[in-house]
Structures are given as structure tokens and as C-alpha cells.
């Protein structure tokens, strides 16, 4: 990205994409300012950029520091725990955890969370699993079902996570902002990616997907599983970019949207404009009106040869006529979820 480009970035998402990029030395000085601002994320995202350096000791220091200057806020506290653990100084990252369970008061599901994060570190998956599976604070409910089933994924328990996915899926708390429509689409992609796996189960795994994708339109592990289960290639396919118009679904389930009409993107490898639409069909939510679909504009250039076709993007519903746009990724009204 050019820096004609981050100056118009948040400062702090910018000393996050200079991380992202590779640029620690640019992400320390600028995380350095923000720090001197007095603003909390300012030592979080220097500790991340010194410790990218080998600057491991510098880096626990900064956090320490933190700790001090925000004493009210447990975070960076357990932030020390994490690196502790990614550095492999696992009796340190244990110490730190149970020092803060005591007092860990609403943030005790996301200490133990990184306490099953330890265990995994120390390949001792049974006892993460476990300690996930006791956490009960509403809060953490999601995150800790998402890591468990990462965990199972990992270690190539692909018939635990259907398992899992049938007896408690149904108990998870009603996701109800950006963050756990993220960690509910990647949960429904790793339940269809073991149905897959294991099962050989096509038609089930693309159901899981469809719900992935109601959640979080452009989840990549949703959409690389997607083309991945039936790939196909072309001998000279084509990448479009598509702007499309459409409406939901006359349905009252819809809440306030049912029957409007809406403005999306995608992008989509394909041998025609044709194909490309044909495959939009096939990914699209159930929210949405298929027979509506109208393509406003097409740019187009040339993909590579073993590219499998298919959606590989979809961007956010634009409702017509709505200002307050407190929807869902797929349109729905967050309550409907």
C-alpha cells in the first residue's frame, strides 16, 4: 500500500497494515507515537511490532508497561500470556493465567480461552478441549465453541467436530455483532469441511457453507471450501468483477428488508459473463430473489489458467432506501439471527 494510501487510514489501522505488510520498523515508530498520545492500543501494537523484530524481552516490557498505566483494564495482561505462549515460555504464560483468575471477573472466559490456547501449545489437546468446553459466560460461548472446533481441525478430528457440531451447536448464544458473525461463519465452514472430510457428504457440506456465507458473505475459508469441493478449470478463464442488483425474498422471516431491492458485488472466475452469473446463483444466500438478479456492469481480465472457477469475493448488501444500516452481512436484520 502506498503511503499516499495510509494517510487517509485511521492510525491505527495503519500501524496495522504496516504489520501485515512486513514494515515493523514503520509500525514501531508510528505504534511509538500513538503510544505517547496515551492511547491503550498504542502498547499492544508495539509489543506486536518489536516482537516481529526479535525484540522479545522489549516487547514483554512494553506490555508490562501497559499494565501499569491501564490497571483497570485486564487485556494487556492477558496479551503478556499469549506472547508468553507464542514465544514457548509456557511456565511463565501459566503463572500469568492464574494469577489473573481470581479477579478475571467477566474476562474469565477469555483467560481461560488463552489458557486452552497454552494447552494446545503443549499439545495436550484433550485438556483444551475440556477447558473450553466449561466456559460459560455468554460472552465467550462463541469464541470458545470457534477454537475448539480449530483445535479438532488441526489435529484431524474431523468426526469430533461433526459430533460437537450436532449436540451443542444449537446451545450457542444468538450472535449478535461483526465479530461473532466472523466466528459463526467459521464455524459453519470447519462443520462443512468435516462433513466433507469424513463423510464425503457434498451436499450437507454446501448446506453448512450457504449458512457460513449468511453470516459472513466473503468468509475465505467458506468460499476457497466452496470451490475446492467441485473445482473446475478453464483453458482460458476469465476474472470478473460483476456489480449486480437484486431483491430479497417477499418473506416476513426478513424483517424490515423483505421485498426491497439491493446492490452487491462479486467477483468471480468464469468463462463467461454467463458462467459467472450461473455460478453467483449457486453461491447465493436463500435471502436473496435469484430470478431478480440484473448485471449493472462487468469489468474483465484475463485469470490464470489453473484458477478453479467459481465466486472467490462477494461484497456486503447495500439496501435501497435505508440509512441506519444495522443489518447483517446477508441483509437480515441482526435480530433475526
Do not use: C
Amino acid at each position: 500500500m502506498s503511503n499516499e494510501q495510509l494517510d487517509f487510514l485511521d492510525p491505527l489501522e495503519e500501524i496495522q497494515i504496516l504489520i501485515e505488510e512486513g514494515d515493523f520498523e514503520a509500525a514501531e515508530s508510528k505504534a511509538r507515537a500513538i503510544q505517547a498520545e496515551k492511547i491503550q492500543e498504542g502498547w499492544h501494537l508495539l509489543a506486536i511490532a518489536l516482537l516481529h523484530q526479535d525484540k522479545e524481552e522489549e516487547a514483554l516490557e512494553v506490555l508490562d508497561d501497559g499494565v501499569k498505566t491501564f490497571p483497570e483494564d485486564m487485556g494487556m495482561a492477558i496479551e503478556k500470556a499469549h506472547m508468553l505462549t507464542q514465544l514457548e515460555r509456557y511456565e511463565e504464560a501459566e503463572a500469568q493465567l492464574e494469577s489473573l483468575k481470581p479477579t478475571a471477573g467477566d474476562l474469565l472466559g477469555l483467560v481461560e480461552i488463552t489458557h486452552a490456547n497454552l494447552d494446545f501449545a503443549r499439545e495436550n489437546v484433550d485438556a483444551a478441549l475440556e477447558r473450553l468446553q466449561s466456559i460459560e459466560q455468554e460472552a465467550f460461548r462463541i469464541d470458545a465453541f470457534e477454537l475448539q472446533l480449530e483445535i479438532l481441525e488441526a489435529v484431524g478430528r474431523a468426526e469430533d467436530i461433526i459430533e460437537l457440531a450436532d449436540s451443542r451447536l444449537d446451545d450457542l448464544p444468538v450472535a449478535d455483532d461483526e465479530e461473532s458473525f466472523e466466528a459463526m461463519a467459521n464455524i459453519f465452514a470447519k462443520i462443512a469441511n468435516a462433513f466433507w472430510e469424513e463423510k464425503d457428504d457434498l451436499e450437507t457440506a454446501k448446506r453448512y457453507l450457504k449458512v457460513a456465507f449468511h453470516y459472513e458473505r466473503n468468509n475465505q475459508d467458506a468460499l476457497w471450501l466452496w470451490r475446492e469441493m467441485d473445482p473446475e478449470f478453464g483453458t482460458s478463464p476469465k476474472a470478473y468483477t460483476i456489480e449486480m442488483a437484486g431483491s430479497f425474498k417477499l418473506d416476513p422471516e426478513l424483517s424490515d428488508v423483505a421485498g426491497k431491492s439491493y446492490q452487491t458485488n462479486y467477483g468471480v472466475i468464469a468463462e463467461s459473463v454467463e458462467e459467472a452469473v450461473d455460478y453467483v446463483r449457486a453461491y447465493e444466500i436463500d435471502a436473496v430473489n435469484i430470478d431478480s438478479f440484473q448485471v449493472m456492469s462487468v469489468e474483465e481480465e484475463d485469470a490464470e489458467s489453473d484458477e478453479a472457477k467459481g465466486v472467490y469475493w462477494a461484497g456486503d448488501i447495500v439496501v435501497d432506501e435505508e440509512e441506519d444500516g444495522d443489518y447483517a452481512p446477508n441483509g437480515q436484520a441482526k435480530d433475526e439471527y
